[in-house]
């Protein structure tokens, strides 16, 4: 079955960066689109980034263009987030979602980010 | 960016109850709406997908309408395990921007 396993969150300071990973199993990869999409504590979601297919294709939310880096790589069925230059704004917990039919149609458990001095 | 807009921000209701939750895009997006349901401490959960499409496995107490510019949806007959916050969502363009929530409460 489809499995999206998130990693790599944690307590960091602002300014600083993370790597958030995404291991995607039981479906192949090449054929989606991913996204990510993040929930502040208490608050409701947030479209982060969406990576295309084959990786030619990026767009981000406006809140975090310039900071954040999608990437896949699918020949190791992973999607990553490289979130630069942290704010606290940015604490959340981050998930990895697969599109499909227009729709973020299966999720991961999620990995926390808090940002704090 | 296109706002989206969900009323009631929370509703009370009991078990066997039929709601309704509407959603307002702030310009057309055809029926490029989703809904989705999330559990505290859970994932979200994709319900209905193209307005009116039932995902894969939701029971079918579960239903959405509407094109344009609203939307809704429509649970027949509460159940315990509905008791959660509901989200709409538009895919018609990036960012792909969701409603606030609504909150369902058991009354």
């Known amino acids: 079955q489809v499995q999206l396993v998130e990693s790599g969150g944690g307590v960091v300071q602002p300014g600083r960066s993370l790597r958030l990973s995404c291991a995607a199993s039981?479906?192949?990869?090449?054929?989606?689109?991913m996204h990510w999409v993040r929930q502040a504590p208490g608050k409701g979601l947030e479209w982060v980034a969406v990576?295309?297919?084959?990786?030619?294709?990026?767009n981000y939310a406006d809140s975090v263009k310039g900071r954040f880096v999608i990437s896949r790589d699918n020949s190791k069925n992973m999607v990553y987030l490289q979130v630069n230059s942290l704010k606290e704004d940015d604490s959340a917990v981050y998930y990895c979602?697969?599109?499909?039919?227009?729709?973020?149609?299966?999720w991961g458990q999620g990995t926390p980010v808090t940002v704090s001095s | 960016d296109i706002q989206m807009t969900q009323s009631p921000s929370s509703l009370s209701a009991s078990v066997g109850d039929r709601v309704t939750i509407t959603c307002r895009a702030s310009q057309t997006i055809s029926t490029y709406l989703n809904w989705y349901h999330q559990t505290p401490g859970k994932a979200p959960k994709l319900l209905i997908y193209d307005a009116s499409r039932l995902q894969s496995g939701v029971p079918s107490r579960f239903s959405g309408s509407g094109s344009g510019t609203e939307f809704t949806l429509t649970i027949s007959s509460l159940q315990p395990e509905d008791f959660a916050t509901y989200y709409c969502q538009q895919s018609f363009t990036t960012p792909y921007t969701f409603g606030q929530g609504t909150k369902l409460e058991i009354k």
């Open positions: 979602t697969r599109e499909g039919d227009w729709s973020f149609t299966h």
């Open positions: 990576t295309s297919h084959d990786a030619r294709n990026e």
């Open positions: 039981g479906f192949t990869l090449r054929s989606y689109e």
